[in-house]
């Protein structure tokens, strides 16, 4: 396949690639740094963390990924909403899939860790494994070291609470889980962290397998997630696209469990609709299966292409909703933005509602809107537009030379800001990669945060690149004292 040729250099084709690296030697960039800048992209390998409840789970996601971002509290399962977190390490990127978070329900401790662990081990390319080396292994343990044999994947095994030489012979002990050497960490104090994670990397793939499953097959049928919060319409509005029942639908909030994969016809094309269990509200006990939840509707978005994200225009726009649209965007996934129940709004409601957009949905502007009605079929005729809208915007890319002449037009009529007595300067750019889009621009100096987002709108300006999130990196020139 001719992809492979220029599979280290991005996207850019060989003769582009060559002169893009010839001007940043020219600007004085270290040509092997800026390899791996235009390499960064496409799908990450998936670790997922797996291990009983109150083991340190996500203490050590907050130490992997080094920031504190999973919720951490002297109680089991206290895990929520956030499922997956980008990390590195020795300069490799992967991602972190935290599987702690369910609480004890009907199905018994055992059958919640085992159904949690389960689906976070089939998402991931390597697990790494979390016992309490002051606690050593229990029976749940010894089921769990089952399950991870079953699944084939690499496994890391780590024993935290280590929090000192006295407790290194404790964790000793774990060689008997037959899993191999027990790696002693201090999640809370950092000890150990280094050694486990060359050890995870040494059972990373580069890069999965495959890319959105067999979606991007050519000729394959484009893959759709519908998310959104439990009880917008998600499976009527699957239903209402099908032209028969064939999901659940249930007045109950939450009756969809599991993602239902379904080809359908729309628009004269067959798509593949992923219909996902709706994301729980923020509640402070979130029952094991809402957490389970939110998982699989992870799993979606990482099958998906493009993220239809179905929003109750009869209610007040929820930071729910928000967080949802965030958790698509960060995907990296083409974004359509369906508000259902518009056949119940009245006029008072839509100009409450416009105001609402506005305001909180200002972030991703660049999302085509539908208003549809699941239950009559409203407006599902513009359904398929959008979404083809969307996924063009998704596999946009600018040649080199044509970005370079927008840059230095925008870098003319709108230099950056001076700060400190300096004025940075955008020297030249390329897009790395699409789906979504990625742009790497090199700098003279630091690009603060609102200039970089007056670019990435002067870019949709120009460019379009409607219903897809795009990604900015900026790699600035470092000062080269007399080197060769």
Wanted: one cysteine or more; proline letters at 5%; charged letters at 25%.
């Amino acid at each position: 396949m001719s992809n492979d040729t220029t599979a280290h250099h991005g996207e850019l084709g060989d003769s582009e690639y060559a002169e893009f690296m010839a001007l940043a030697a020219e600007e004085g960039f270290d040509t092997d740094e800026v390899d791996a800048d235009l390499d960064g992209h496409g799908p990450l390998p998936v670790l997922a963390i797996v291990g009983r409840p109150n083991v340190g789970k996500s203490t050590l996601v907050n130490r992997i990924i080094g920031r504190r971002e999973a919720v951490v509290e002297d109680r089991p399962g206290v895990t929520r909403d956030r499922v997956s977190y980008e990390a590195m390490w020795a300069g490799r990127r992967f991602k972190v899939l935290d599987t702690g978070g369910w609480e004890i329900d009907v199905l018994g401790i055992d059958a919640m860790v085992a159904a949690q662990a389960e689906l976070g081990i089939e998402q991931a390319d390597a697990v790494l494994f979390v016992v309490d080396a002051t606690i050593g292994a229990t029976d749940t343990d010894d089921a769990l070291v089952r399950l991870i044999r079953r699944s084939g994947k690499p496994v890391v095994l780590c024993a935290n609470k280590v929090d000192g030489p006295s407790t290194e012979a404790e964790a000793a002990y774990l060689w008997s889980l037959g899993l191999g050497e027990p790696y002693p960490v201090s999640a809370l104090h950092g000890r150990g962290s280094g050694d486990l994670l060359d050890a995870v990397l040494a059972v990373l793939p580069e890069a999965p397998p495959q890319l959105f499953g067999d979606g991007l097959a050519p000729g394959g049928p484009r893959r759709v997630a519908l998310i959104g919060r439990p009880n917008v319409g998600k499976s009527s509005l699957l239903n209402k696209v099908a032209g028969e029942d064939r999901v659940v639908v249930n007045e109950l909030a939450g009756t969809t469990r599991d993602p239902v994969d379904e080809l359908i016809e729309l628009g004269g094309k067959t798509w593949k609709f992923i219909d996902t269990a709706g994301i729980r509200r923020r509640v402070h006990l979130t029952s094991g299966a809402d957490f389970y939840a939110s998982l699989r509707t992870s799993a979606a978005l990482d099958k998906a292409e493009v993220a239809v994200v179905l929003v109750d225009a009869s209610e007040t726009l929820a930071e729910q909703d928000t967080r949802i649209i965030s958790m698509a965007v960060e995907a990296g996934r083409a974004v359509v933005i369906a508000y259902n129940k518009w056949d119940q709004l009245d006029e008072e409601r839509r100009f409450y509602l416009e105001r609402e957009i506005e305001r909180d949905l200002v972030q991703v502007q660049w999302a085509p809107r539908v208003n549809v009605s699941a239950k009559t079929g409203r407006h599902m005729e513009k359904l398929v537009p959008a979404i083809e809208t969307a996924l063009a915007g998704w596999e946009t890319r600018i040649p080199t030379a044509r970005l370079n002449a927008f840059l230095g037009e925008l870098v003319a009529a709108h230099p950056h800001p001076i700060r400190g007595g300096k004025q940075p300067r955008i020297l030249f750019g390329t897009q790395a990669g699409t789906r979504p889009p990625r742009f790497v621009l090199f700098a003279s100096g630091f690009l603060e945060a609102g200039y970089r987002r007056f670019v990435e709108r002067r870019l949709r300006e120009e460019f379009g690149f409607v219903g897809t999130p795009i990604s900015i990196s900026v790699r600035v020139r470092e000062k080269r004292n007399k080197k060769k």
